[in-house]
């Protein structure tokens, strides 16, 4: 047997005994909490056996009572001398393993304020994210989701990266990822980075967190990113199509029927829409265009109608900005409560807007009329096309949904 070994042997015997348990547990803990053995640690109420072996570690009689006490400096002479040159300290350690000192808890709790604070430097750059990034450091997400604080905050700085990078304008999820940190799967669901990046897209634009893959694919399109690029579509209604690709034929064929059509990204990524009209109502609900299909059939004799249904996904956007482009103006109507706003919202962060029936004016009035009004929660907040509205919905608190507009909808979208 090596002399290590049998040191290790001898330590073992010594401070390794269910006796000695509970002292070779206080110098771990004496150990992590000062870094240092010095002093005396005394158990009360110990065994007859627990006193037997305190007293045969330093060579002293057992006296009557009921503590056991060692002096770690005479235990630590006495292991030098006879078993363990290193030391007291030393033979703890080849007992139980590593331990964490004070020193390195120290390092290790500033490390994790540096991570902090660069998580609030998102903040600072894009200060809707603030509650993204308290909730963040609150939860500890970032130290489930990494080995350590120099890992998370490698991944701080990643979601750093990816908050300056949103919005993006139909972007893939993979190219993204790629185009960002080199590796395509980096923002993918079951990567660490992934759950807190989609977290970061769904805070970007004013949406509640969740779980689930239509909740994800939905965060992630609200800012411009595909999922997947059949998944990501459009509702339309009366577009004039034209014969410059097969999706424009199939739109001019579609509208002369007065059949809606459901455009895929991957549809307006790759083909012309052909012509864009000059007017172009935007609704937030598909029964807006349900009903317009009724009521208008095959006639030409209505206004062009796209749907975002609820918060617009990357199909939705990417069509409006064509439309945008190709001469076309864009009224807009939602419904009135928290979540119409912050729909609202997005579209114009992507493509410039007019409301239609959508001002103070026309809530009140909705508000005053209807009997189908109910009240709403959430956060009102700004509404640049027409400064009055917010006010009014604090005020009044009341939901007006398409559907309780429907007829007056309808008139406007009438051609004469």
């Known amino acids: 047997m090596s002399p290590s070994a049998e040191g290790t042997d001898r330590i073992r015997r010594l401070l390794g005994s269910p006796e000695t348990a509970w002292l070779l547990e206080r110098m771990r803990a004496r150990l992590e909490q000062k870094g240092t053995l010095e002093g005396t640690v005394t158990k009360q109420g110990a065994s007859t056996a627990e006193r037997m072996a305190a007293g045969r570690l330093i060579g002293r009689p057992v006296r009557s009572g009921s ?3 060692v002096s770690l400096d005479q235990l630590d002479v006495m292991l ?5 040159p290193a030391g007291l300290a030393s033979a703890v350690v080849a007992l139980v393993g590593p331990i964490v000192g004070p020193d390195v808890r120290r390092a290790e709790r500033e490390s994790w304020h540096e991570v902090s604070d660069a998580l609030r430097l998102i903040a600072n750059d894009r200060p809707q994210l603030s509650g993204w990034v308290e909730n963040v450091n609150r939860s500890g997400a970032l130290r489930r989701a990494t080995a350590s604080a120099a890992a998370a905050h490698e991944m ?3 979601l750093g990266v990816l908050a300056r990078a949103l919005p993006v304008e139909g972007v893939p999820l993979g190219v993204l990822a ?8 980096a923002l993918d669901p079951k990567t660490p980075l992934g759950p807190l990046a989609v977290g970061l897209a769904a ?3 004013g949406q509640s967190p969740g779980t689930g893959s239509r909740w994800r694919r939905d965060a992630w399109q609200s800012c411009g990113v595909v999922v997947d690029e059949l998944s990501s579509t459009v509702l339309a209604l009366g577009l004039p199509g034209g014969l410059t690709s097969p999706t424009a034929r199939a739109l001019a064929a ?3 029927a007065g059949q809606p059509a459901v455009l895929t990204y991957r549809q307006l990524a790759v083909d012309d829409i052909g012509r864009a009209p000059l007017l172009m109502s935007v ?3 598909p029964a807006v265009i349900a009903a317009a299909a009724d009521r208008f059939g095959a006639s030409a004799g209505a206004v062009p109608l796209v749907c975002v249904n609820g918060q617009p996904g990357a199909a939705v956007i990417r069509l409006l900005t064509q439309l945008v482009d190709g001469g076309a103006r864009l009224r ?6 928290a979540g119409g706003l912050s729909i609202a919202r997005t579209v114009a962060r992507s493509v410039p807007w007019t409301p239609w029936r959508f001002g103070e004016t026309d809530y009140r009035s909705a508000c005053a009329s209807s009997l189908s009004t109910s009240v709403f929660s959430g956060a009102v907040g700004d509404t640049p096309w027409d400064g009055g509205l917010s006010g009014a919905m604090e005020e009044l608190r009341l939901r007006v949904e398409e559907e309780s507009v429907l007829a007056d909808l309808l008139d406007d979208l009438r051609v004469d």
């Open 254 to 256: 579609l509208g002369e």
């Open 178 to 185: 790629a185009r960002l940190f080199g590796d395509a799967h």
């Open 203 to 205: 805070a970007a634009t």
């Open 67 to 69: 503590s056991a006490s």
């Open 80 to 84: 030098r001398r006879d078993a363990w």
């Open 156 to 158: 701080s700085l990643q």
């Open 332 to 337: 807009y109507h939602g419904d009135f409560d």
């Open 283 to 285: 609704c937030e609900n």
